[in-house]
Nanobody
Framework: QVQLVESGGGLVQAGGSLRLSCAAS????????MGWFRQTPGKEREFVAT????????SYADSVRGRFTISRDNAKNTMYLQMNGLKPEDTAVYFC??????????????????WGQGTQVTVSS
C-alpha cells in the first residue's frame, strides 16, 4: 500500500509559477513510476506528466511541455511538479499517482494503482 499526499497548490496570476509536491509513504518509493494528472469539473482526469523510478525518463502532455517539469527525490520519497508560465486553462485539481509495476511510459490513468487526494491550482487571468 502507498499513501500519497500532495501540497503546494494555490491561487496564482497568469504567467506565474507554482511547485507541487507529492510525499509518498508505505512502499519503496524508488521502485514506483510516478505521475501527475489533473481534473476539472465535468471532465475526465487528464495526464500531465510522468517520471520513471530512476528519474531518467519523463514524459509530458503536449499542453504543458516546455512549461512544466517533473522531478523526484528518491531519498526524500517525494515527487515534484514545477509549473512555470501558468495559464488560466491550467486551473484544475492536480493529483499525484503511483504505479507499482514501474511502467516506463505511464500516461494512462488506468495504469496507476495509488492516488493522492488532490490539490487545487487556480490561475487567474
Amino acid at each position: 500500500q502507498v499513501q500519497l499526499v500532495e501540497s503546494g497548490g494555490g491561487l496564482v496570476q497568469a504567467g506565474g509559477s507554482l511547485r507541487l509536491s507529492c510525499a509518498a509513504s508505505g512502499r519503496t518509493f524508488s521502485s514506483l513510476t510516478m505521475g501527475w494528472f489533473r481534473q476539472t469539473p465535468g471532465k475526465e482526469r487528464e495526464f500531465v506528466a510522468t517520471i520513471w523510478w530512476s528519474g531518467s525518463t519523463t514524459s509530458y502532455a503536449d499542453s504543458v511541455r516546455g512549461r512544466f517539469t517533473i522531478s523526484r527525490d528518491n531519498a526524500k520519497n517525494t515527487m515534484y511538479l514545477q509549473m512555470n508560465g501558468l495559464k488560466p486553462e491550467d486551473t484544475a485539481v492536480y493529483f499525484c499517482a503511483a504505479d507499482k509495476d514501474g511502467y516506463k511510459w505511464a500516461t494512462q490513468s488506468s495504469v496507476y494503482d495509488y492516488w493522492g487526494q488532490g490539490t487545487q491550482v487556480t490561475v487567474s487571468s
